[in-house]
């Protein structure tokens, strides 16, 4: 991609268009004053100049997940749910329990493996997808790279203990996240347990709870008995019916990278989060500076898929590399485009790396002087 003409970064750089020309012509590149420029050619002429380029995403990038598509287009999507609270309230708890009892089984030999998302059926059928990452991970690390994942947040705190700094945290990243929270008041099967005492914290923070009169969802649950679970998807759903949350099944898939590794046997293993589109065998995929074709999909159960369609997790194959959490994935229409955009980006990074190294190195010897 091109970003902006050689005219631009003059000013930009507050030099002449004569001066970035000739400087050009020093590193052998022969561009003219409207030429439009790539990162790489960006990167180095500003360099002489003595600037160092951020690139940050442009709103358009930003909004790749909400591509504008024509409301005829559009059906109605799972929500994705993100656990968040303070550590001990129960938030694995609650997931290893809707996990457990909603899943549907299939799975081989019941080994359920780990991985960073997946998604249930409640008991009317209806599909709820989950981030199996920590709360705090899904919010900062991927909204630091601009990706927005999370449609409700359910915000578990204990009901023998208090509103506590992590749960102010949680509620404090979901509002400034504009999304919707419910909360999920746990271990009311302890003999101490005072749900009555939370929501009244609550309500001192301003967030009063529905039965209170407030516009905030709250319910009592046991993530150890089960209680209030079934209530509690219901609430998960009675929200996401609020939002009226829809994409586009019929295009190039986009979604977001959750969590990556590199897998023995099977190569770089991704688990994706589709957002919208429909993501397919043999699509030609990019994230982050990776690109490949989708060799292989399983579900969350380890089951083999051949397409994943919107707020559907999926353990994808075929990446050329392992991309980082919070990383868009894009198909493209050719290779050719997908190649390109990753061979700049992976120019951007070993620019940028190698101008950490160059520091470090003169720290070093600034050191030893
Ligand atoms: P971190 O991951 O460390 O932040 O904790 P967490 O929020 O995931 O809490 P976790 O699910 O690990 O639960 C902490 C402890 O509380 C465990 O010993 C659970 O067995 C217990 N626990 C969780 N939910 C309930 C519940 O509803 N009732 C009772 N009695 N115990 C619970
Ligand atoms: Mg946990």
Redesign the pocket.
């Known amino acids: 991609t091109e970003f902006i003409s050689a005219n631009d970064l003059a000013s930009l750089l507050d030099v002449s268009v004569n001066e970035i020309i000739s400087v050009c012509m020093s590193l052998g590149m022969f561009v003219s004053i409207n030429q439009r420029l790539d990162a790489e050619a960006i990167t180095i002429i500003a360099d002489e100049f003595g600037y160092e380029v951020e690139f940050t995403k442009t709103d358009e990038e930003e909004s790749e997940v909400e591509e504008v598509d024509s409301p005829e287009d559009l059906e109605p999507r799972a929500p994705i749910v993100t656990i968040m ?10 997931l ?1 329990y809707i996990r457990s009892s909603k899943v549907t089984s299939g799975e081989a030999g019941g080994i359920t493996q780990h991985i960073g998302a997946y998604d249930v059926k409640t008991d009317n059928g209806e599909k709820i997808a989950f981030l199996d990452t ?1 709360g705090h991970e899904a919010f900062t690390a991927m909204r630091a790279r601009g990706a927005k994942i999370t449609d409700v947040a359910i915000i ?1 705190i ?1 009901a023998d203990d208090s509103i506590m700094p992590q749960t102010k945290e949680a509620i404090n990243h979901a509002q400034v996240a504009g999304v919707p929270m419910i909360f999920a008041i ?5 003999p101490n347990a005072n749900p009555n005492k939370i929501k009244e914290e609550l309500a001192n923070m301003n967030l009063l709870v529905e039965e209170w009169g407030g516009k905030y969802q709250s319910q009592e ?5 089960g209680q209030g679970i079934d209530e509690l998807l219901e609430k998960v759903l009675l929200e996401a019916e609020i939002l009226e949350l829809t994409a586009n099944p019929n295009r190039n898939a986009v979604g977001t990278v959750v969590e990556a590794s590199l897998d023995k046997g099977r190569g770089y293993v991704s688990t994706v989060m589709v957002q919208a589109g429909t993501l397919k065998i043999g699509d030609i995929m990019l994230a982050g500076q990776h690109y490949g074709r989708v060799k292989a999909m399983f579900d969350h159960t380890g089951k083999k898929v051949k397409e994943a369609e919107p707020s559907t997790p999926v353990q994808v194959l075929g990446l050329s590399g392992a991309p980082q959490a919070g990383d868009i994935l894009k198909v493209y229409d050719t290779e050719r485009e997908a190649r390109e955009i990753a061979n700049s980006r992976e120019q951007i990074n070993r620019e940028q790396s190698m101008r950490t190294k160059k520091h470090i190195t003169l720290d070093e010897i600034g050191r030893r002087l």
């Open positions: 609270g303070h550590v001990d309230h129960g938030k694995t708890s609650l290893d920590p578990v204990a746990n271990k009311v099967d302890k649950i046991s993530a150890k008995t």
